[in-house]
C-alpha cells in the first residue's frame, strides 16, 4: 500500500530574507514529472517531458479544488547573477494557480515544501527544505559543488489539492566534474558513516508492486543498528529517480515508528531501466544517505 506525501528529506535549511530587487527569473522548462509518492497506498509515477504541468495521484486520485495542471512555479535566481559553483545560490519559488499566488501549503513530514536538486548524472544529491515566506514564495540556498546541468524538483502539496511537483534544469557556472557514470551496484551493500547498509528486494520487475528492505548494522561491530531516530517523522526516506532523472518516486516507509534493523519501503518502478535509490536515516542527530544503482528488468 502506499499514500501520498508531500517529500521527504534534508540537509542544509537555510533562513532567507526576501528576494534582491534585481533577479533573473526563468521558467521551469521540466514542469512535467512524473513522480510516485509511496506510502501504504498505490500511486502512479511522475514523468518529465519537458513541457506542461505536473499529474499526480494522491490519495487514489488527485482531489480538491487545485489542480497540478494549472499550477506554476517562477524560479528566481538572486542577485541578478548566473548562479556559480562554490559559493551559496539564493533559490527563490513563487507558486501561483491561476494567475493568483498560493496562500496555503500543508505540511507533509515536517516540511511545507521538499526540495531535491541533483546533478545530471546523478552523483550529486541534496534534499533540503525552503523557508516559506508566504505568498507562495519560497526561498533557500545551495552551495552547488561543481558547474553544469542540475535538476531542482519541487515536491510539495498546495492547500486544496494534492502532491504534486514542479522541475526545472539549471545550469551552473564553473568547471564540471568529470561526469559519473551511473552503472548498477554488483553488491547491494554499502559503508557509510559507520554504518553497513545492506539494501534487497523481494523481487525486481517494472511495473510490479515490490518491497525495498534496508538492514543496518554497525560497521565497526556488526551488531544490528536498533536506536535509528525519526527523520522528518519517520524511520526513513527514500527517493528514487531514473538514469535520465525523468521518473521520480518519493518513498515512505511501511512502518513509520521503526528504529531499525530494518526499514521497508513499497513501490512500484513504472518501467525498466537503471535508476538510482538514496535511502536517508537517522542516527546520533546526524543524517546518513546512502546511494544505490539498480538495473531494473
Not at 551488531?223 to 527517493?239: F, I, K, N
Amino acid at each position: 500500500m502506499k499514500r501520498s506525501f508531500g517529500l521527504a528529506v534534508l540537509l542544509g535549511l537555510a533562513v532567507l530574507t526576501a528576494c534582491e530587487s534585481e533577479t533573473k527569473t526563468i521558467k521551469g522548462d521540466g514542469d512535467n514529472m512524473n513522480m510516485s509518492h509511496d506510502h501504504h497506498s498505490a500511486h502512479g509515477s511522475a514523468k518529465t517531458n519537458g513541457a506542461g504541468e505536473t499529474a499526480h495521484e494522491h490519495g487514489g486520485g488527485q482531489t480538491g479544488d487545485i489542480q497540478a495542471n494549472d499550477v506554476n512555479v517562477s524560479w528566481t535566481y538572486a542577485d541578478g547573477q548566473e548562479p556559480a559553483a562554490g559559493v551559496d545560490t539564493k533559490i527563490r519559488m513563487a507558486f501561483t494557480h491561476g494567475g493568483k499566488a498560493i496562500e496555503s501549503f500543508e505540511t507533509t513530514h515536517e516540511q511545507k515544501e521538499h526540495l531535491i536538486i541533483v546533478s545530471k548524472d546523478l552523483s550529486y544529491f541534496h534534499h533540503i527544505h525552503p523557508e516559506y515566506l508566504g505568498g507562495g514564495v519560497f526561498e533557500v540556498n545551495n552551495r552547488f559543488p561543481a558547474g553544469g546541468d542540475y535538476k531542482l524538483i519541487a515536491d510539495f502539496v498546495p492547500e486544496g489539492g494534492g502532491a504534486m511537483n514542479k522541475t526545472t534544469w539549471l545550469q551552473v557556472k564553473g568547471a564540471p566534474l568529470p561526469a559519473a557514470p551511473v552503472k548498477p551496484d554488483v553488491e547491494r551493500v554499502k559503508t557509510v558513516d559507520g554504518l553497513k547498509v545492506t539494501l534487497g528486494f523481494d523481487r525486481l520487475a517494472a511495473g510490479q508492486e515490490l518491497m525495498l528492505t534496508y538492514t543496518i548494522e554497525d560497521a565497526g561491530t556488526g551488531e544490528p543498528v536498533t536506536d535509528l531516530q525519526p527523520y522528518l517523522g519517520a524511520v526513513g526516506h527514500v527517493v528514487i529517480l531514473s538514469e535520465d532523472a525523468e521518473q521520480y518516486l518519493h518513498v515512505h516507509p511501511m512502518d513509520e515508528k521503526g528504529s531499525g534493523p530494518k526499514a521497508e519501503f513499497m513501490t512500484t518502478f513504472p518501467h525498466a531501466g537503471v535508476y538510482k535509490i538514496w535511502g536517508q536515516f537517522q542516527r546520533d542527530g546526524r543524517v546518513i544517505t546512502v546511494p544505490f544503482v539498480v538495473s531494473v528488468p
